[in-house]
């Protein structure tokens, strides 16, 4: 039975319908907007605690890929990857059970996704997101110079992996006219599109 | 200064991003099915195994038999389990219905003509978790988690305040289980429980990230303008997902919970003679917090009385009587003030754990003490009262020594139909299509209790 069901799972793993991207292709949506057919991937998990945080890291440049060590508290600190941090069974990191971090004093076949206000007031004021803004606008700078649409033009790609089109420049280029360039960056990390799994 | 007359103002209707009707937000309910009796509901949950039988389900018949085996065929428990062992707390007759109640329930006991007694409840499941899951979304299976009450609750009734979310669960830490607890599972993420850990006492620090230190309002207003266009253009990329459009209106309440929130979870807002009668434990704390979430429009507040589960008194039965000290007041305060500000009769409070404590004395080699009980699914009770609840009854009866449920039998699933009904809400319509099928809390189950309703 075993082997049978890991065989339907490399099947279905491997199969072009669970490969497919998630962007919309016009014919296709005219004929099955639900997506019943499976003709793309639905983009609707949110990415889980470690790879949320470790992906803020990864895109603001911060991220200390080193592997191995002595695990340490998950603080604005410390920016190793989220598998290093420490789980204290009786008060497990706050931001990790946010993010649906299972409780480690039970086993979990699961995790499930909750998003929600709370996990929205973290894009919006947490300390870590905040500093994160601010080391990944550095980043736009220092690797994209003064060319504004450049800046954005590689945020993107950072964190969306894709380019902006013109419409989402000229937001960004209108936005960072008058406003800080880490207030941009910090919700380009607040986005939906980026803790989505696509 | 920012005020939330203000905050308010600068939101104005919302983002408006998605174009959509309020009716078709994601927060707002289906509407009742017809007149509901209660609009809101105070969820006190005592997490791991209230015991019903040294609580609201006396049993005479322990006293005689104390240190006897149980008559009948040995019964198979979770643990080694030895004698019957009777309760060490006295029961007597409380108010005009005469309900008896244990001496470590005084206070409910005073107000027990508002309450019914649910002395007859069984659960399938031995395990904490299950029968947890059982209680709050009807299905025991974890595998694949289910919409929780609270859930499908708001999914049917939506809330009745933008800047909250609808659904508020409060623990000084975490029950047993965490989030699947209160999870919308397939249900639009906007009904799922926001957990707020009540075990600190201003807002700032109950509710984690509440204020940004850096930035005003305006400047954060200015921010959430530009995320909406990012979020409508993704939005736009991949289709219409009611999970994404959940999250665009959770960023909506958050920024709106910034200005709100301090005020309802500010409890010194409440004189002190209103204050002293919940105490200053966490439960009692979040009591007078649900209190004033319900009274600011919130639809669904849970409590989970503490960390992990505090009420599972393997070792030693007297720890009840510890926990019945934390809970009792607040619990017949939190009456009381439902009365007193009118909104009792439109409130529906339960007060409910897993399942109940075994009668035979638990026996293995785990315990110091060796006065504890084990999990009795087979028989427990819960406690209701509020809106539409017909209050000063005991319904239902477990055998002589308290092990099962043998007098109209009702399982959590006839209590979830119930509740639904007292909402307005017709279990068997409230339903969401996922994976090919409808599902509901109640599955195919359930029964609406006539005798209970007013």
């Given at each position: 039975m075993a082997g049978r069901s890991r065989r339907s799972t490399a099947e279905i793993l491997l199969s072009a319908a669970y490969q497919r991207s998630?962007?919309?292709?016009?014919?296709?949506?005219?004929?099955?907007?639900?997506?019943?057919?499976?003709?793309?991937?639905?983009?609707?998990e949110r990415l889980d605690a470690e790879t949320l945080?470790?992906?803020?890291?990864?895109v603001s440049g911060d991220l200390d890929a080193k592997m191995g060590g002595p695990a340490k508290p998950l603080d604005a600190e410390n920016l190793r990857r989220a598998i290093y941090g420490e789980v204290e069974r009786t008060s497990p990191d706050r931001t990790m059970t946010l993010f649906d971090f299972p409780d480690p004093k039970s086993h979990s076949e699961e995790r499930s996704v909750t998003v929600g206000p709370l996990h929205r007031l973290y894009f919006l004021n947490n300390p870590f997101v905040i500093a994160q803004s601010e080391v990944f606008a550095k980043r736009l700078e220092a690797e994209a110079g003064d060319d504004w649409s450049k800046r954005i033009a590689l945020a993107y790609q950072?964190?969306?992996?894709?380019?902006?089109?013109?419409?989402?420049?000229?937001?960004g280029l209108a936005f960072v006219e008058t406003e800080p360039w880490p207030r941009y960056t910090q919700m380009l990390l607040a986005a939906s599109e980026f803790f989505s799994v696509r | 200064m920012i005020t939330r007359r203000k905050a308010v103002q600068l939101m104005g209707a919302g983002f408006g991003l998605v174009g959509l009707g309020d009716s078709l937000r994601a927060s707002s309910g289906q509407g009742p099915h017809f007149a509901p009796k209660a609009k809101q509901v105070i969820f006190l949950y005592l997490n791991g195994g209230l015991s019903h039988i040294d609580s609201f389900d006396p049993k005479p018949e322990l006293d005689k038999r104390?240190?006897?085996?149980?008559?009948g065929p040995k019964i198979k428990t979770d643990r080694a389990s030895g004698g019957l062992m009777k309760s060490p707390f006295a029961?007597?007759?409380?108010?005009?219905?005469?309900?008896?109640?244990s001496d470590i329930f005084p206070k409910i006991g005073e107000q027990i003509d508002d309450f019914l007694v649910v002395r007859s409840m069984?659960?399938?499941?031995?395990?904490h978790l299950p029968s947890m899951l059982m209680m709050n979304t009807g299905n025991a299976l974890r595998g694949g988690s289910r919409p929780s009450f609270g859930s499908w609750v708001t999914?049917?009734?939506?809330?009745e305040n933008d800047n909250l979310p609808g659904y508020v669960v409060l623990c000084p830490g975490q029950p047993t289980g965490g989030s699947r607890l209160w999870s919308a599972a397939f249900l639009p993420t906007a009904h799922q429980g926001a957990l707020i850990r009540n075990d600190a006492k201003t807002a700032d620090q109950l509710i984690q990230d509440l204020a940004n230190k850096s930035y005003t309002l305006e400047e954060q207003k200015r921010q959430l303008d530009l995320l909406s266009k990012l979020d409508s253009s993704f939005l736009g990329r991949v289709g219409y997902d009611p999970k994404l459009e959940s999250n665009i209106e959770a960023m909506e309440t958050a920024f709106r919970m910034q200005t709100e929130a301090p005020g309802i979870f500010d409890l010194s807002k409440e004189p002190e003679h209103v204050r002293a009668r919940y105490g200053d434990g966490d439960f009692g704390r979040g009591c007078l917090m649900a209190l004033r979430l319900v009274e600011a429009g919130v639809r669904v507040v849970q409590i989970y009385y503490g960390n992990g589960q505090p009420w599972d008194s393997h070792d030693d039965i007297l720890a009840q009587k510890h926990h019945a000290e934390q809970s009792d007041g607040p619990i017949a305060a939190l009456v009381q003030d439902l009365k007193a500000r009118g909104?009792?009769?439109?409130?529906?409070?339960?007060?409910g754990s897993e399942f109940g404590r075994t009668p035979m004395i638990q026996n293995s080699g785990t315990e110091k003490v060796g006065r504890g009980r084990d999990h009795n699914p087979p028989g427990y009770s819960i406690l209701m009262a509020g809106g539409g609840i017909k209050g000063g009854q005991a319904y239902g009866a477990t055998d002589d020594f308290g092990y099962k449920a043998v007098e109209k039998r009702v399982n959590p699933h006839d209590m979830h139909a119930t509740a639904l009904h007292l909402l307005g809400l017709d279990h068997t319509k409230l339903t969401y299509r996922y994976s090919g099928r409808d599902f509901r809390l109640t599955d195919v189950e359930g029964n609406i209790i006539q005798d209970w309703l007013a």
């Open positions: 998630s962007t919309i292709v016009e014919s296709n949506q005219e004929k099955d907007a639900a997506n019943e057919l499976f003709w793309r991937f639905n983009p609707v945080r470790d992906s803020i890291l990864a950072l964190a969306f992996s894709r380019p902006p089109t013109p419409d989402e420049t000229q937001a | 104390d240190g006897q085996p149980m008559p029961f007597k007759k409380y108010g005009q219905s005469g309900i008896e109640v069984y659960s399938e499941s031995v395990n999914y049917g009734l939506g809330t909104m009792f009769d439109e409130t529906l409070v339960i007060v």
